[in-house]
């Protein structure tokens, strides 16, 4: 059973930063041909994409919104994925969810991804 467990969120003021990590477990296939995201979904809006990783070749994309500001990295053994967030903005406070799928490349379509985590609260004060 994939598991993918989410941590490192909180309540940060508006301009701080804040490092994500979610760890993955139970992922019978190649580690080395998938795709892992960090998504997000605030109140009453859609999840969407904010940054994703090809665990093969190491390349990622990131939503407009969060480039410049977000970097998204994977650890050596490919096991878990990070995503440090800086000068946050208010707008970026949301549940931020991350996700994994067995397919070469970057995605930030979440109907490409089949495993997901539960998800951890960013909280970003003006």
């Known amino acids: 059973q994939v598991q993918l467990v989410e941590s490192g969120g909180g309540s940060v003021q508006a301009g701080g930063s804040l490092r994500l990590s979610c760890a993955v477990s139970g992922y019978t296939y190649s580690r080395s041909r998938a795709s892992m995201g960090w998504f997000r979904q605030a109140p009453g809006k859609e999840r969407e994409g904010v940054a994703s990783?090809?665990?093969?070749?190491?390349?990622?994309l990131y939503a407009d919104s969060v480039k410049g500001r977000f970097t998204i990295s994977l650890d050596n053994a490919k096991t878990t994925v990070y995503l440090q967030m800086g000068s946050l903005k208010p707008e970026d406070s949301a549940t931020y969810y991350c996700?994994?799928?067995?397919?070469?490349?970057?995605?930030?379509?979440?109907?490409?991804?089949?495993?997901w985590g539960q998800g951890t609260q960013v909280t970003v004060s003006s």
């Open positions: 996700a994994i799928q067995p397919r070469y490349g970057v995605s930030l379509k979440k109907y490409d991804y089949a495993f």
């Open positions: 990783i090809s665990t093969g070749s190491g390349s990622a």
